[in-house]
């Protein structure tokens, strides 16, 4: 069978699986919607207002730009992910509206098992260990919570694809194969800024660590001269900065690298990085400035949302096995322990970085191994180590010790910050992230790069020491290995069964067939309202439509995806700043249950409010003393209750 043939098998291996978990929605692609109703579902209301906004009335001038088809067009140009949104907004915009959506997420879970396949072949020459890895990585826990919650930040199947042609670029180092590394990057950074950015840092740590470790390896003949690559060669004492020399031709392929990404990249980013780094916008809404291109977050959400290294082994909540565990974990923590950032853990975000008990402790055996061989090979010592023969070659330990190095460097960028000891400040790499990158607020999503680090070493562990032609004695010197069958492969087999129960989450989708009582009910209303707005000029500008539904205490995702059931306007998104009619969301959402709040409410065109009884936010207002439900029945001429929501009518 050719390579093509065996990798479109590997890739048909994948979609039959993941068919198997996803069948409830794959089976009803129209109707269901897979994930759970978050930042992810505004590209579903994006596609279903491109189709319907206009057929509506709907006012392009008093709704967020975003939502209409002059949105799509902005959003191009100026958005932190170009290409992503590109695609997704034409998918959204001519084919049915979940089919689409769903079209966008499920996909890549064959593609991420598919390519980390490619890089661990390419590590380990072993397609058993390679296909079960694969199947890890795609199903890791922060795959799981993205692809249910951010719809561009579930393309994890770049990371594996990016470090592979890196891999590449670094032994071929040919013009060809640098392009397409710098290639596989920049079109990452297009799709999303959190992996282009995130993984150009990786690729740092990955460059030092192969200086490095090949360095080293050639300095202590470690390895034999043809084991290593071109570009790396023998130091001494000597030995300067030259075009001959190891550093000068590893910089060389970087800077090329970089080259090729910057020139690919750049054209297409530059809108963005002059509203975000050029320029000075005058005003600020909250965390977003009036330009909508750019966004700042404070050092306060750096701290939060930072990994701390007992959250590798904290199991995801969801988990109907250990989630209980989990949660126990978590509380322990914060009880207990009076370290500050021990109290911060996030379940949605720090739940992905799990790594999952089997495979730190398969990494935690192979990183000893590694360091026991090569200093023992360094020693010139015999040495036997449960079974396994000594290497003639370390080269075979090579990339165990890259990658170990690479995702240890990796975590310095990922961990709070700085910390005070004794009152001194102390800095760490992180803090380089929050000083040139101000919009990637969530750390912890590196946590899936050192994740395929883990998988990485692993992967190479096991493919040498648990299979065929391994290092480990057989099983059992009765049990003869055929064709079908080889006891080393009952490892194989154990190890990816156990990983894949620890990381199970059950399948979360939305019936869209069914709209929540509250919705239906104000969609069952014909509504229409004629209103008289006055821009920031003092011109005057009418509208007549559909009337619109306010949310109360917020305006938040939720109310966004149902809004395709009442068809009515959304009157107060959480971050929606209308500059012409000198509107803002969060300061509306503040004033709604005062008595000046309620009048701009009826003059902007609201008839509708939903109360939500059990908002965290309303419980804290009733338990302050406020009354806001008694504020909106006094105010309304009509109301209806739901049991968790309230619909009045102004």
Known sequence: MTKAKNLLLVFIL???????????????????????????????????????????????????????????????????????????????RFLPTNFAYNMLVIPTFPLAAFFAYLLFYHLTKNKAVSFAFGLIFSFSPYHIFSSQRHTELAITWVIPLVVWTFLLAYEKKTFKYIFLASLSLSLTMLSSIYWGV????????????LLTVDTLFRRFGLSKKSEIPACVGRLNSESQINSNSPIFKLLKTYVLYILFFIVLTIPFLFPYIKANYLQSPDTTRGWVYQNTTVVKRGLADFMLYSIMPYHFIIPPSQNPVTGELGKNMVSFIKDNWGYFMAKNYVFSEHGGVFLGWGNI?????????????????????????????????????????????????????????????S?????????????????????SRMGVIIFLCVLSVNAIFISKNFS???????????????????????????????????????????????????????????????????????????????????????????????????????????????????????????????????????????????????????????????????????????????????????
Not at 395 to 418: E, Q
Not at 587 to 603: R, T
């Open 423 to 443: 009152g001194f400040k102390i800095y760490t790499p992180a803090y380089l992230v929050y000083t040139f990158f101000p919009m990637l607020r969530t750390l």
């Open 361 to 421: 402790l398969v990494f935690v055996v192979a990183v000893f191994f590694t360091a026991k061989q090569i200093f023992v090979k360094a020693k010139n010592l015999k040495f036997k180590f449960i079974g396994v023969r000594p290497q003639k070659s370390l080269y075979d330990l090579r990339y165990l010790a890259i990658f170990s190095a690479a995702g240890f460097l990796l975590y310095l960028f990922c961990m709070p910050p700085y910390f005070t000891i």
């Open 468 to 650: 065929p032609k391994g290092g480990l004695k057989r099983v059992s010197k009765r049990v003869k290995p055929s064709r079908w069958f080889n006891p080393n492969w009952v490892f194989v087999i154990f190890f990816t069964i156990v990983t894949l129960a620890e990381f199970y989450m059950p399948l979360k989708y939305l019936d869209d067939t069914v709209p929540p009582s509250a919705y239906a009910y104000i969609g069952a209303k014909e509504d229409f309202v004629e209103v008289d707005y006055v821009t920031d000029k003092g011109r005057e500008y009418k509208y007549e439509g559909p009337s619109f539904v306010a949310e109360y205490p917020w305006g938040y995702d939720l109310a966004a995806f149902y809004q395709k059931y009442h068809k009515k306007g959304f009157a107060n998104p959480l971050f929606y700043v209308n500059p012409y009619l000198r509107f803002n969301g969060i300061e509306f959402s503040y004033e709604l249950d005062s008595g000046g709040g309620i009048k701009k409410a009826y003059d902007l065109g609201v008839r509708f409010i939903v109360y939500h009884r059990g908002d965290e936010d309303t419980i804290k207002r009733v338990q302050r003393g406020e009354d806001p439900e008694g504020f909106f029945r006094k105010h309304s001429k009509a109301y209806r209750d739901f049991g968790e929501t309230i619909v009045f009518e102004l």
């Open 14 to 92: 994948y979609c039959f699986i993941f068919f198997i978990y996803f069948f409830p929605v794959l089976t009803h692609l129209n109707t269901y919607v897979y994930g759970i109703i978050g930042d992810n579902f505004w590209w579903f209301i994006w596609g279903w207002w491109s189709k319907n906004y206009q057929s509506l009335g709907f006012s392009n001038l008093y709704h967020n730009p975003l939502y209409g088809i002059g949105g799509f067009n902005h959003i191009f140009w100026t958005s932190t992910h170009p290409l992503g949104w590109g695609i997704a907004s034409e998918l959204l």
């Open 198 to 209: 995130y993984l150009g840092i990786f690729t740092f740590c990955l460059a030092l660590s």
